[in-house]
């Protein structure tokens, strides 16, 4: 079946530096890809979204390319705040019933020091 | 704009006990989800509603049941609360397939 896998984490940063967080996928057909953020105690926010072959989503200075040759879809910003610190998971649309399922990455948390 | 709305927020149950969770949204969205959210796990399906009237099992539904009231809510009841089912729960809605999620802020559920 479809799934999603994620990096390890905890990813711990100095502030202003560079991340990625990798995430790949095994789909059949071509699913709808996402990043969603969880901050502490809270719910979980659509991050960015891509919803074809090359398509690249971005906000909040977070950018992520949907990459059918590779099956990827990794997270990338240039240069992290403490305020990004928070859970983050990728995502795929369930194209096997069109009931807008969607099935996640185990997420990877990010840490932001100062 | 409340989007979607979870009930209670923190809930500590005995075990044997039943407990109903609460979600409504004000979007209109046909689709409802619940998930349940354990460390190193992710988010993992329990049940869903595609539309209102219907309701099916996600990937771990056993313990649970749900009921779709109408286009609005969409309940999770635990009829026997166990140990296992300690965790935190999140209601989601969406507007149809391939549309994101909008999710609540959560139920944390503690079964002593």
């Known amino acids: 079946g479809d799934s999603v896998t994620q990096m390890e984490g905890p990813v711990t940063l100095s502030e202003e530096a560079f991340l990625t967080i990798n995430c790949t996928y095994t789909?059949?057909?071509?699913?709808?890809l996402f990043w969603y953020v969880q901050y502490p105690g809270e719910g979980l926010q659509l991050l960015l979204k891509a919803t074809k072959a090359d398509d690249k989503g971005s906000n909040k200075g977070f950018e992520a390319t949907y990459r059918k040759e590779t099956t990827s879809f990794h997270l990338e910003k240039g240069s992290v705040q403490v305020s990004d610190s928070a859970v983050y998971f990728c995502a795929l649309s369930d194209l096997s019933s069109n009931t807008g399922k969607l099935i996640f990455g185990q997420g990877t948390t990010l840490q932001v020091k100062p | 704009n409340a989007g979607v709305t979870q009930t209670p927020k923190f809930q500590v149950l005995k075990t044997g006990q039943s407990m109903t969770l609460q979600c409504a949204q004000d979007m209109n969205h046909n689709s409802m989800y619940w998930y349940r959210q354990d460390p190193g796990m992710g988010l993992r399906l329990i049940y869903y509603?595609?539309?209102?009237?219907?309701?099916d099992k996600g990937e771990v539904p056993n313990g649970y049941n749900v009921s779709r009231l109408n286009k609005r809510e969409f309940s999770l009841r635990l009829e026997s609360a166990a140990p296992s089912q300690t965790s935190v729960y999140f209601c989601a809605s969406s507007e149809a397939w391939d549309r994101y999620q909008h999710f609540g802020d959560g139920t944390r559920l503690s079964i002593l």
């Open positions: 509603s595609a539309s209102e009237g219907t309701t």
């Open positions: 789909a059949t057909g071509y699913p709808s």
